[in-house]
């Protein structure tokens, strides 16, 4: 018989461990150039997005991009993320004029950007542009 603070233990680990499950469509990285360039020259499909942690439009686009990560068809899409305060020479490296700027590669060419949008339809059709 398991006691209680077993038990309670056991809880825990397995709480813990949820979000970890997740993690592949939640897993955005701090964008490196190194990385960046590694996934390109690798073919692989990316997603830039320009973000400002103070940014609502950003703040509403996060969940929509997490969400239709989980689909089939985006699993092996890469996503970095540029901050737009702090990373001020990237921004201008990818022509970004604001915050909430969404950029996708398919390898090292851009297939295609949007400035605001928070719809899943039109951010699906993006991120589609880089598969």
Not at 5 to 21: D, E, G, K, Y
Not at 52 to 63: E, F, L
Request: charged share 25%.
């Amino acid at each position: 018989m398991m006691s209680r603070r077993s038990l309670v233990l056991t809880a825990a680990c397995a709480l813990s461990l949820a979000p970890l499950a997740a993690s592949a469509a939640d897993d955005v990285r701090s964008f490196s150039s190194a990385e960046f360039g590694a996934a390109q020259k690798a073919g692989k499909p990316i997603l830039v997005e320009i973000h400002a942690g103070w940014c609502p439009t950003c703040k509403a686009q996060a969940p929509v991009v997490a969400e239709l990560r989980k689909e089939p068809r985006f699993r092996d899409l890469v996503v970095f993320r540029v901050d737009f305060d702090s990373q001020k020479e990237v921004v201008r490296q990818f022509g970004a004029r604001q915050q909430s700027t969404l950029i996708t590669f398919r390898g090292a060419a851009e297939a295609g950007r949007s400035v605001g949008d928070t719809s899943k339809s039109s951010i699906g059709a993006l991120l589609a542009k880089a598969l």
